[in-house]
């Protein structure tokens, strides 16, 4: 999610194979929040959303693995 050049045409996919062109219109992006939900937030808000989810996804798994690990045993 690095910064991008506005009022620049970009291709936007609308299903897997189906692209129309678009333009970049602002500096602000969709994040998915779950549940097909989604948040509009700028670049710096969707990096740091991004970087707690990931945390959090790691934590969660290595949760899961010591528990399956400790049944093992």
Same mark, same amino acid.
């Given at each position: 999610?690095? /910064?991008? %050049?506005?009022?620049? /045409? !970009? ?8 692209? !129309? ?13 779950? &549940? ?5 937030? *700028? *670049?710096? %808000? ?13 934590? *969660?798994a290595?949760?899961? &693995?010591?528990?399956?690990n400790s049944?093992? %045993?």
């Amino acid at each position: 999610m690095k /910064e991008r %050049d506005y009022n620049k /045409e !970009v291709m936007v996919p609308l299903t897997s194979s189906l692209y !129309v062109p678009g333009i970049l219109s602002t500096p602000n992006v969709l994040v998915e929040a779950g &549940a097909g939900y989604f948040v509009e937030k *700028n *670049n710096a %808000d969707a990096i740091e959303y991004c970087n707690k989810k990931e945390l959090a996804l790691k934590t *969660n798994a290595n949760k899961v &693995a010591t528990y399956i690990n400790s049944k093992r %045993d």
